[in-house]
Structures are given as structure tokens and as C-alpha cells.
């Protein structure tokens, strides 16, 4: 079983146990660690976390960048933002990613709008159960 901790510097999202955490990273993408994965350090993308529980039900939170750190049993999350799916206010999401396309047709090159469209695009997709 393994021990996790999904933090950000605002609040704790998730304390418990698991037998799979699923993240992706900007190294190698989609990631499983289960009980005996090696030592691993990584950088998360702007993407969801997936707590998956012995009964095999799942948390899911947005992430938004930050670290997985995975040592003997222990995994822990640190990202800017993390956020479970009732925590999202989803009509400002979607607002924020309006307001984030509509900056991209005035500057496709603008990375400001294109983080905030990942951000926006996640936490839709993660408040939606998908």
C-alpha cells in the first residue's frame, strides 16, 4: 500500500492511502507508480493525479505543475494548485478558457493564454468525472 499526500502551498487536497497513483510528467507522460516503484523524482504537467484506491475507486484532482516525488512507499504531489473535483468552480473555468482562446486568436504565441487554457481545460475535465 502506498502512503500519499497531494499538497499545494494553499492546502492539503489528499492524505491517505492507495494501491496506484497515476500523474503525468513532463519527462516521460503518463506515469503508474504502485508499492515497490523505484526512487523517482519528477516535474508534473498541467494535468489530473489519479488516486486509485484498493477497491480500485479513484480521486482525481487537477494539478497545476509541481513535483512527484515517489520514495519506498511514500508519493507525495506538490503542485502551485491542486484541486479535487468538487472543489472546481466550473462556470469560471470555463470562462478562463474563453477568455484564454480568445487570446490565442489574437497571438497563437502567447504562453501566458495557452497555460491558462490547459489550466482551464483541466479542470473541466476533471470536474466533468472524466
Known sequence: MLNVQVVSPESVSYTGEASMVVART??????????GH???IGIL?????????????????????????????D?????DVSEAKDEID?????????????ALSADAD????????????VRIRVAAGE
Open 110 to 121: 502567447d504562453a501566458g493564454a495557452a497555460y491558462d487554457k490547459a489550466r482551464a481545460e
Open 38 to 40: 523505484i526512487p523517482f
Open 45 to 73: 504537467q498541467v494535468w489530473s493525479v489519479d488516486v486509485v484506491k484498493e477497491d480500485g475507486s479513484r480521486d482525481t484532482f487537477a494539478v497545476h505543475r509541481g513535483f512527484v516525488q515517489v520514495s519506498d512507499t
Open 26 to 35: 513532463v519527462e516521460g507522460g503518463d506515469i503508474a507508480f504502485q508499492p
Open 90 to 102: 466550473v462556470p469560471r473555468a470555463e470562462r478562463a478558457l474563453a477568455e484564454a482562446e480568445q
Open 75 to 79: 508519493i507525495t504531489i506538490l503542485s
